[in-house]
């Protein structure tokens, strides 16, 4: 019932930099977080960013210092602006955002949470 759509991965040198975003539609009365995660080759997918829909961000430590997660709550649309991209961030880069639907259970407004399809990100030395 929601829908993540995300666009601006690529490919970019190391040094470079990459801005990703993820537009969210469908039955959604609020959403409270958006974020991004990752997922290397081999590796489990990690968490990169997250916002909260009052602008509290969190950030994993690899990235702190090099990427800035924002978002349009009127657009329901996060960004993740990445520089000085290293070729270790190379991965899938998934969109996730959680809230609330505009249809109803026994508990009040249904919660969801949901995943976009990816983007990938190489980053070449």
């Known amino acids: 019932q929601v829908r993540l759509e995300e666009s601006g991965g690529g490919l970019v040198q190391a040094g470079g930099s990459l801005r990703l975003s993820c537009a969210a539609s469908?039955?959604?009365?609020?959403?409270?977080?958006m974020g991004w995660f990752r997922q290397a080759p081999g590796k489990q997918r990690e968490l990169v960013a997250t916002i909260t829909s009052g602008g509290t961000a969190n950030y994993a430590d690899s990235v702190k210092g090099r990427s800035t997660i924002s978002r349009d709550n009127a657009k329901n649309t996060v960004y993740l602006e990445s520089n000085n991209l290293k070729p270790e961030d190379t991965a899938v880069y998934y969109c996730?955002?959680?809230?609330?639907?505009?249809?109803?259970?026994?508990?009040?407004?249904?919660?969801?949470?949901?995943w976009g399809q990816g983007t990938q990100v190489t980053v070449s030395s």
């Open positions: 996730n955002a959680n809230g609330k639907l505009t249809t109803w259970g026994p508990r009040g407004r249904t919660d969801f949470g949901s």
């Open positions: 469908g039955s959604i009365f609020s959403i409270h977080t």
